[in-house]
C-alpha cells in the first residue's frame, strides 16, 4: 500500500541537494538553507547555471527518470554513461527501493574521488500519482517505462503506468525533443503503451531505424533485472520511443 507515502509540494521543496550532493552549488547545502533563502540566491544567481525553474541550489537538475526502476539495472548502467546526467529511479516498493540506496551509497563510498555513481539517486513513489509535484515543466529530457507491471485483466488496466492522463503528465514533465522509452515482453501491454502514446497529441513515435540506433535501446534490453529475465527465458521484447513533440504556439 502506499498510504504512508509523501509527497513534495512542488519540485522546489524537493531535497535535491541531498540525493545528489555532488552536484550541489559550493557556496551553500540545500539542507542548511531556507525554500525563501534558496530562491533569493537562485534570483542573485539570475539564472546561471542549470536552474530550471523550481529547481535552485544545484548545478544541475534531474534530466532522467526511471519509473518503476525495480533494482535498478538501468541505473547503474546508465551512471556511467553519461556521468553528468542527473539520474532518478522512482520506485514503489520500500525493500527495493532501500536496496538501490543502499547499493548507491556502497559503490558512491567505493569509488570516492571518482565522481562515479554521484549521478544517481532512487527515491519510494507511487509515480501514477503527483509526478509533476517532483519535476518541474519541461525538466526531463528521458523518461524511461522499462518492463511496466501488464495488469493483465481488464477491470486491472487503470493501475498502468500508461494512460491518457499520465501521458499528459509525462508530455508536461518532459522538454519537447525528449524521448519516452517504453520495453515490454507482453504484446497487449506494447500495444496499450503505442496506443496512448500515439494518440496523445504530446507526443510522436520514434522511427525504427532511429530507435534500434539508440544506445539506451540496447541497454534497455540488456540491462534492465527483467530484460536479463526475459533473455533467459527466451522471450520477445517490445520496444517503442515517442518524441515529445513541440508545444503548438500561443494563438
Ligand atoms: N524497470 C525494472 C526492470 O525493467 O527490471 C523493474 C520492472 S518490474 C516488472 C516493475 C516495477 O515497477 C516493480 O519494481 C514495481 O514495484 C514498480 N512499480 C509498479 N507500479 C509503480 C508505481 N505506480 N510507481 C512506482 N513504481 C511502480
Redesign the pocket.
Known amino acids: 500500500s502506499d498510504h504512508s507515502l509523501t509527497y513534495p509540494k512542488c519540485p522546489k521543496s524537493m531535497d535535491w541537494g541531498t540525493l545528489f550532493p555532488a552536484f550541489v552549488r559550493k557556496e551553500q547545502t540545500a539542507s542548511d538553507t531556507s525554500t525563501e533563502e534558496q530562491e533569493n540566491r537562485r534570483a542573485q544567481n539570475n539564472g546561471a547555471g542549470s536552474d530550471v525553474d523550481g529547481v535552485a541550489g544545484m548545478t544541475k537538475h534531474v534530466e532522467v527518470a526511471?519509473?518503476?526502476?525495480?533494482?535498478g539495472?538501468?541505473l547503474f548502467a546508465l551512471s556511467a554513461k553519461t556521468p553528468e546526467t542527473l539520474i532518478l529511479g522512482?520506485?514503489?516498493?520500500t525493500s527495493?527501493t532501500e536496496f538501490v540506496q543502499e547499493k548507491i551509497k556502497a559503490l558512491r563510498s567505493q569509488n570516492q574521488g571518482t565522481g562515479l555513481y554521484q549521478n544517481i539517486s532512487c527515491i519510494r513513489?507511487?509515480?501514477?500519482k503527483f509526478l509533476p509535484n517532483f519535476f518541474p515543466a519541461r525538466s526531463l529530457s528521458k523518461i524511461f517505462l522499462?518492463?511496466?507491471?501488464p495488469h493483465f485483466k481488464a477491470r486491472k488496466h487503470k493501475a498502468r503506468?500508461v494512460s491518457g492522463t499520465l501521458c499528459s503528465e509525462y508530455a508536461y514533465v518532459m522538454r519537447p525533443g525528449g524521448v519516452v522509452y517504453t520495453i515490454t515482453d507482453v504484446q497487449d501491454l506494447h500495444e496499450w503503451m503505442v496506443g496512448h502514446f500515439a494518440e496523445h497529441p504530446g507526443f510522436e513515435r520514434v522511427s525504427e531505424e532511429e530507435t534500434e540506433a539508440d544506445e539506451c535501446v540496447a541497454i534497455m534490453k540488456g540491462e534492465?533485472?527483467?530484460?536479463k529475465k526475459v533473455e533467459r527465458n527466451g522471450g520477445k521484447k517490445f520496444v517503442a520511443l515517442f518524441r515529445r513533440a513541440e508545444d503548438p504556439p500561443w494563438p
Open positions: 526511471d519509473i518503476g526502476c525495480g533494482y539495472g538501468l522512482l520506485e514503489i516498493r527495493v513513489a507511487n509515480t501514477m522499462c518492463f511496466p507491471d503506468i534492465t533485472e527483467e530484460g
